[in-house]
């Protein structure tokens, strides 16, 4: 069964880690760099979480790994303190649930990005702080009890109001998937934040996930998890965006300090998911000060001829990218939908083949068949439902006397 076959349309279950680790949403910390406490994004049959170290080897791993350069050093691209007056990883925050949700001006991504709104304080860290430069500039927010994870491409803050290349909201308690072609926050329409290294995690002395990877040239083409691709090469030996490698169980991993040895060994159990175009072997984490920049630099002496191919699913091109409906909302109805400023409103409605919902503005990302708004004044609400396919929008207007 594909990824997309495998979607679980309904679940509030949060996820619990593989080897028995157990962590929820409500369980994690709250501000910049917050410890997860055990908690695993979606669930344990999840893609990023599915342990490959018995998988199969490609068989055309030895081409891709030539293709991007066998002897390509391996380099963390995260660590302690600053480079060029920039921090050197990419941060994330946990915000609690009465953090208040703000609109967000997308562009030039609008049509394949969620429209929010998001909880995203005025003082989220953007990738780079305290100068985050002209880089991808993410801003990643995890909600605390919510179970809800907000990913931002090209964030900037300016005059009281957030704007962002690209926006893309994920329910951690399934399997959700971008809608085929779809770019999300990264290149290859997957989440970033499940696939960097933490030093919470390092800490804690096990990592239960793949990470992610950047390589300087790719196919046009991708593979589950992925979505999308970010390309026009058509060589069938340039890896697809969600091609995934691991660490060869040969390597000796013996030789280096313990947290060393706690990002080696996930690399052989969960390995590296291709996520976007860059530096070669460039493996993404969260900028900390408790990273040992000498112990990391160690890693570098790992070269791409270290690692292999797992065995890919399908490889989507132009030429057979999966086709079918877009989810079909039966109702979207306000009850009442005429009121006094202040007076609560259900807002209630039936969909099929959605994996998940947004409501804009005001509301966000919600579960279930309906939600209690208060409208200050006449809102036309948009119920926006995705699916792997596509997407649909369904409005109803409340008039505020």
């Not at 891709?64 to 060029?84: E, K, R, W």
């Not at 085929?180 to 995690?201: I, M, N, Q």
Request: charged share 10%.
């Amino acid at each position: 069964m594909g990824f997309a076959g495998s979607i679980l349309l309904t679940s509030l279950v949060c996820a619990v880690a593989a080897y028995g680790q157990a962590g929820t949403c409500n369980g994690l910390g709250l501000g910049p760099g917050a410890s997860l406490n055990g908690f695993v994004p979606f669930p344990t049959n999840n893609l990023w979480n599915t342990d490959i170290y018995n998988s199969l080897v490609d068989p055309n791993s030895a081409n891709y790994i030539n293709y991007i350069g066998g002897s390509v050093a391996f380099h963390p691209d995260f660590g302690a303190g600053l480079y060029d007056g920039s921090t050197i990883g990419i941060p994330y925050q946990v915000e609690a649930q009465t953090q208040p949700f703000v609109p967000v001006k997308i562009t030039p991504y609008a049509s394949e990005s969620d429209p929010g709104p998001i909880p995203i304080p005025a003082n989220a860290l953007i990738e780079g702080y305290p100068k985050p430069g002209t880089g991808d500039r993410h801003v990643l927010v995890l909600e605390n009890g919510g179970c809800w994870l907000y990913e931002l491409y090209d964030a900037h803050y300016s005059k009281s109001q957030w704007s962002a290349a690209s926006v893309a909201i994920w329910d951690m308690t399934i399997n959700e998937q971008r809608p085929y072609t779809w770019t999300s926050a990264d290149a290859a329409g997957l989440p970033v934040f499940v696939g960097l290294a933490r030093h919470d995690e390092v800490a804690a002395g096990a990592i239960h996930h793949a990470f992610r990877f950047t390589v300087p040239t790719t196919q046009e083409a991708f593979t589950p998890p992925a979505s999308h691709w970010a390309s026009s090469v058509t060589d069938a030996n340039a890896p697809p965006m969600g091609m995934r490698i691991r660490l060869k169980a040969s390597f000796d991993i013996s030789g280096f300090p313990a947290d060393d040895q706690v990002l080696l060994t996930a690399m052989q159990h969960y390995g590296m998911i291709l996520a976007d175009n860059g530096s070669a072997l460039y493996m993404s984490g969260t900028p900390d000060n408790a990273w040992s920049n000498n112990d990391l630099n160690l890693l570098k002496n790992l070269t791409v001829s270290d690692f292999e191919v797992v065995q890919l699913g399908e490889i989507y091109t132009p030429q057979n990218v999966p086709t079918g409906p877009s989810p079909v909302v039966s109702q979207f109805t306000a009850n009442p939908n005429t009121v006094s400023a202040g007076q609560p409103v259900t807002l209630s409605w039936a969909s099929t083949g959605t994996i998940y919902t947004i409501i804009a503005p005001q509301v966000g990302p919600v579960r279930g068949t309906s939600v209690v708004v208060t409208p200050s004044a006449t809102t036309t609400y948009t119920l926006v439902t995705t699916n792997q396919y596509g997407r649909t929008d369904s409005k109803v207007t409340v008039t505020v006397q």
